[in-house]
């Protein structure tokens, strides 16, 4: 790899990471309490909880179309989304964000490893390099709205 591709892959690993110029998802949810995991706000769909999982679900398709040429994405919009507003016990939120983070590690391991220009293998001329953007830029917007209902529940600091 070339000195420019590793520049390219170390900024990639750190806006995958987030956190450099907003928070990163742990920060989002640090002290959160957890009666306020299935909030929802007046006027808002969704839950900190729904956020969260549509993150895992989203992030899990998003490393699953890279790694695997027969991978089936879940069915637009109905299986991104959990029904549920709230989680079912605390192991199911640690699992969640657990997944999250394992996930990250991987997909960071990928652009790690892999070509960034080269179509994958499956896809209609996705790269790396795309989904890597794709999983930043998704992940940071619903961080900022993790942040946003955090503030109007009054859970976020000052």
Known sequence: MDNQNKKLVAELSKLLLGGSAH???KEALAGLPAELRGAKPDNLPYSIWQLVEHIRIAQWDMLNFCIDPNH??????DEYWPKETAPIDDDAWK??????????DEFISLVEKSDLYEPIPGGNGQTILLEALQMADHTSYHIAEI???????????K
């Open 95 to 104: 699992d969640s964000i657990k997944q999250i983070n394992s996930d990250s």
């Open 23 to 25: 928070a990163d998802l």
């Open 147 to 157: 942040i946003i209902i955090r503030r109007l529940l009054g859970a976020w600091k």
């Open 72 to 77: 089936q994405s879940p069915k637009w919009p």
